[in-house]
C-alpha cells in the first residue's frame, strides 16, 4: 500500500510540476477568504482524490478542495486528509517550496503521512513509528536531532507580531524562512529543532507533518493551553482550524 500511496503522490507532484514549469497551463483563482487557489491545486486533487477511491475504496477523502461539499461527518472515524498544493503562494511565487500533502487519520490520530516536493525531487514519509526521506532514488531513515540552542524554521510567507515577541525571547542558534510543510521535513531530519506556528493554519496543512514528526521522535503540542491540535470530525461541532502550535524534537515547557 505504502509503495502504491508513494506513486500516486508522485504522480500529483510531477503533473504540479509540469503546470509550473509551463505557466500558461496554470491560472490563479482567489476563494471567498481571498487566498489564492490554481489550476494545479484542482488538477492534484482529482488525481489524489481518484488514486485513493481505488486503493481504499471504503475510506473517506477530505481535502482542502472538497471540504466544503461534506455535510456529515460522523462515519470519519477513519480518513485521508489532504492538501494537493502545500504552498500556492510559494508555487505562485515561484520560490520551488510548495509540497503535496497525504495523510490517514484514525480516531483522530495521523498515523501515516507523506510530503512530496517535486522541485527538489525529495519526499518523505512515515508509518508505524519510523520516518524516511527519499531523494535521486536514496532511500534514509530520519530521526529528529536535538541541539542547544535550536536551529529554528518559521513561515516565508506569514508575518506574524506573537512570533516576532517569541524569538525575541529566547535563545537560537540560527532562523531558516521556508516555505510549505518542508518547515516539519527540516525538524523531522533533524536540520532545524523547532517550529514554532502562531495564526492561522488548517488541518490539512499539518496532519502529514504531524504524522512525520512524531514518527521521527519529535512531538507536536499545542500552545495554547486551553486548546488542542484535533483532527476528530464531528457534524455537530467541526472546525478546520489548528490552534498556534510547535513541532519539535523535545517537548517545549
Given at each position: 500500500?505504502?509503495?502504491?500511496?508513494?506513486?500516486?503522490?508522485?504522480?500529483?507532484?510531477?503533473?504540479?510540476?509540469?503546470?509550473?514549469?509551463?505557466?500558461?497551463?496554470?491560472?490563479?483563482?482567489?476563494?471567498?477568504?481571498?487566498?489564492?487557489?490554481?489550476?494545479?491545486?484542482?488538477?492534484?486533487?482529482?488525481?489524489?482524490?481518484?488514486?485513493?477511491?481505488?486503493?481504499?475504496?471504503?475510506?473517506?477523502?477530505?481535502s482542502e478542495e472538497n471540504y466544503a461539499d461534506h455535510t456529515d461527518y460522523n462515519d470519519f472515524d477513519k480518513y485521508w486528509l489532504i492538501d494537493p498544493l502545500d504552498g500556492t503562494k510559494e508555487f505562485i511565487n515561484h520560490n520551488?517550496?510548495?509540497?503535496?500533502?497525504?495523510?490517514?487519520?484514525?480516531?483522530?490520530?495521523?498515523?501515516?503521512?507523506?510530503?512530496?516536493?517535486?522541485?527538489?525531487?525529495?519526499?518523505?514519509?512515515?508509518?508505524?513509528?519510523?520516518?524516511?526521506?527519499?531523494q535521486n532514488n536514496i532511500i534514509e531513515k530520519i530521526r529528529v536531532i536535538d541541539h542547544d540552542p535550536p536551529n529554528i524554521v518559521?513561515?516565508?510567507?506569514?508575518?506574524?507580531?506573537?512570533?516576532?515577541?517569541?524569538?525575541?525571547?529566547?535563545?537560537?542558534?540560527?532562523?531558516?524562512?521556508?516555505?510549505?510543510?518542508?518547515?516539519?521535513?527540516?525538524?523531522?531530519?533533524?536540520?532545524?529543532?523547532?517550529?514554532?506556528?502562531?495564526?492561522?493554519?488548517?488541518?490539512?496543512?499539518?496532519?502529514?507533518?504531524?504524522?512525520?514528526?512524531?514518527?521521527?521522535?519529535?512531538?507536536?503540542?499545542?500552545?495554547?493551553?486551553?486548546?488542542?491540535?484535533?483532527?476528530?470530525?464531528?457534524?455537530?461541532?467541526?472546525?478546520?482550524?489548528?490552534?498556534?502550535?510547535?513541532?519539535?524534537?523535545?517537548?517545549?515547557?
Open positions: 500500500m505504502l509503495k502504491k500511496l508513494v506513486f500516486l503522490i508522485r504522480q500529483a507532484g510531477d503533473r504540479i510540476r509540469y503546470m509550473y514549469e509551463n505557466e500558461f497551463s496554470s491560472k490563479i483563482f482567489y476563494k471567498e477568504n481571498q487566498s489564492p487557489v490554481t489550476d494545479a491545486d484542482y488538477v492534484s486533487h482529482e488525481i489524489i482524490i481518484t488514486g485513493l477511491q481505488e486503493l481504499t475504496p471504503d475510506i473517506p477523502v477530505l520551488n517550496e510548495f509540497t503535496v500533502n497525504m495523510a490517514l487519520i484514525e480516531y483522530g490520530i495521523p498515523v501515516l503521512g507523506l510530503i512530496y516536493a517535486p522541485m527538489y525531487n525529495t519526499l518523505y514519509y512515515s508509518w508505524n513509528n519510523s520516518a524516511w526521506k527519499e518559521v513561515s516565508r510567507s506569514h508575518d506574524n507580531r506573537l512570533l516576532d515577541q517569541y524569538l525575541q525571547n529566547i535563545n537560537f542558534n540560527q532562523i531558516i524562512r521556508l516555505g510549505s510543510s518542508l518547515k516539519f521535513c527540516l525538524v523531522a531530519e533533524g536540520k532545524v529543532q523547532l517550529y514554532p506556528r502562531f495564526g492561522k493554519t488548517s488541518i490539512w496543512d499539518i496532519a502529514a507533518g504531524h504524522a512525520i514528526i512524531i514518527a521521527s521522535g519529535g512531538y507536536m503540542q499545542s500552545i495554547q493551553i486551553d486548546k488542542r491540535i484535533n483532527y476528530i470530525l464531528s457534524s455537530s461541532n467541526f472546525s478546520v482550524i489548528n490552534p498556534s502550535f510547535y513541532a519539535s524534537s523535545k517537548l517545549i515547557k
